[in-house]
C-alpha cells in the first residue's frame, strides 16, 4: 500500500475487517437460504409489478427480506403495506 | 468417552486441518492417550509429512479397504512421541478408494484399541468430505480469520447439520494479532459473530511452523512455539478441562504506528 492509501485508511474508511464482517453477514444469509444475491431484489420486482394496480396498496412501503426457517432452508418475507386512506 | 472419534474439516484447503489434527493427535499421546491419527486425504497424502513418519509406511488404508491387510498392521507408530499412530492416506489411489462404510468399518476395528481416533478430512465438500464425517461423533471445523474459509466452514456446519451430526466446534488458526490490531483482520470475536459456533480454540500465525513441518516435528513438541501452546491446549479442551482462550488482543504503539504508515510494508 503507498501512504496516500494508507493514510486515507487511517482516517475515515472504516477498517477493512468491518467491511469483512458485514459482506459475509449477508453473503451468508443468501447462502444458508440457497439463494443467489440478487435474488430478492428480482422477487421484489416481480412483485411491485404486480402489486401496481391495486391503488389500496402503497408500493413504496413494501418491505421484502430473507429470514431463517425451522422447516425449508430459507424463508422470503414480504410486508405489504395498505393505504392510509 | 462422547469425543472419541474426531473428525477435522473444514471445505476450503489449506487453512491447517492436517496441522490441526498432526498437534492435537501428538498432544494427547504425549499426555498418555493413546491415539490414532487416520489421514483421509486419499490421493493427497500429507499427515504422514506433518508427523515425520513418511519412511516408515508400508501399508495404507487403501490396503486395509481391500482386504490386504487388518487395520492394526497397516499403522505406523510414531517414533518420537509413544502411543501415536498413523493410519496413511494411499498416494496413488483417488478419493472414491474409500467409501464412508470402508471407514466406518476402519475405526469400528479400531475404537477398542485406541482413546482417541482423529479423522483428517480432505478438503472440499464432495466424497472425500462425507466419508471423513461419516464415522465421527465429534467434529472440528478450522477457518482462518478470512472470508472464503468463513464462508466456507458454514457450507460445512450445514451439511453436517443435514447429515444429522452433533454441530462441529470451531478452531480459529492463523490468526494473526497485529493484523487484527489495525483493523485488517476480523477478530474473534468478528467470526463468532458471523458462523455461531463453540469456540475450541484460536491458534495464532506462528511464523516457525514452516520449519516445524519441514523438519517433522509438530509444533506442540516444543515449548516455546506459540501456536504450540495453543494446541496443546485444544488437547486439554477436548479432554474437558476449561482453559480460557486468549483474546489475541495487541495495541500497536504510537512509532509502529507511525512506522506503518510511512513504511513500506
Ligand atoms: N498457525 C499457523 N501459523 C503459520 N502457518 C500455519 C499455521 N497453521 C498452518 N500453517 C501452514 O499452512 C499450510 C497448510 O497447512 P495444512 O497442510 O495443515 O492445511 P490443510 O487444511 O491440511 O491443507 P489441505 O486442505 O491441503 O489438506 C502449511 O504450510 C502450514 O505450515
Ligand atoms: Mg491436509
Given amino acids: 500500500m503507498g501512504f496516500m492509501d494508507k493514510l486515507r485508511d487511517a482516517f475515515g474508511r472504516p477498517p477493512a475487517k468491518e467491511v469483512a464482517k458485514k459482506r459475509l453477514q449477508l453473503i451468508l444469509k443468501y447462502d444458508r437460504a440457497g439463494l443467489p444475491p440478487n435474488a430478492v431484489e428480482a422477487v421484489k420486482e416481480a412483485i411491485l409489478k404486480a402489486l401496481e394496480e391495486f391503488p389500496f396498496i402503497d408500493t413504496s412501503g413494501v418491505n421484502i427480506h430473507i429470514t431463517e426457517s425451522e422447516n425449508t432452508k430459507g424463508k422470503i418475507e414480504i410486508e405489504v403495506p395498505v393505504r392510509n386512506n | ?265
Avoid at chain 2, 490414532?36 to 515425520?52: M, P, Q, S
Avoid at chain 2, 507408530?77 to 499412530?85: A, C, E, P, R
Avoid at chain 2, 458454514?154 to 494479532?177: H, S, T
Wanted: with cysteine; charged share 30%.
Fill in chain 2, 1 to 265: 468417552m462422547a469425543d472419541k472419534v474426531i473428525c477435522i474439516t473444514s471445505g476450503k484447503g489449506g487453512v491447517g486441518k492436517s496441522t490441526v489434527t498432526a498437534n492435537v493427535a501428538t498432544a494427547l499421546a504425549m499426555k498418555g492417550y493413546k491415539v490414532v491419527a487416520i489421514d483421509a486425504d486419499i490421493g493427497l497424502r500429507n499427515l504422514d509429512l506433518v508427523l515425520g513418519l513418511e519412511n516408515r509406511i508400508v501399508y495404507d488404508i487403501v490396503h486395509v479397504v481391500e482386504g490386504v491387510v487388518p487395520p492394526e498392521k497397516a499403522l505406523v507408530k510414531d517414533k518420537k512421541t509413544k502411543n501415536l499412530y498413523l493410519l496413511p492416506a494411499a498416494q496413488t489411489k483417488d478419493k472414491s478408494a474409500v467409501k464412508p462404510e470402508d471407514l466406518v468399518k476402519i475405526v469400528e476395528e479400531l475404537r477398542d484399541k485406541f482413546d482417541f481416533i482423529f479423522i483428517d478430512s480432505p478438503a472440499g465438500i464432495e466424497e472425500g468430505f462425507k466419508t471423513a464425517v461419516t464415522p465421527a461423533d465429534t467434529i472440528i471445523v478450522v477457518a482462518n480469520p478470512e472470508m472464503a474459509s468463513i464462508r466456507d466452514a458454514d457450507r460445512v456446519v450445514g451439511l453436517c447439520e443435514a447429515m444429522q451430526k452433533p454441530e462441529p466446534k470451531l478452531v480459529i488458526n492463523r490468526l494473526d494479532p497485529k493484523k487484527v490490531a489495525r483493523g485488517d483482520m476480523l477478530d474473534v470475536e468478528d467470526v463468532l459473530q458471523v458462523l455461531s459456533l463453540d469456540l475450541l480454540g484460536v491458534v495464532p500465525e506462528d511464523k516457525n511452523m514452516v520449519s516445524y513441518i519441514n523438519r517433522g516435528e509438530p509444533a506442540v513438541l516444543f515449548e516455546d512455539s506459540i501456536a504450540g501452546k495453543e494446541l496443546r491446549n485444544i488437547a486439554e479442551r477436548l479432554l474437558g478441562k476449561e482453559i480460557p482462550i486468549p483474546k489475541w488482543t495487541y495495541s500497536e504503539g504510537f512509532l509502529e504506528k507511525l512506522k506503518r504508515l510511512f513504511g513500506s510494508e
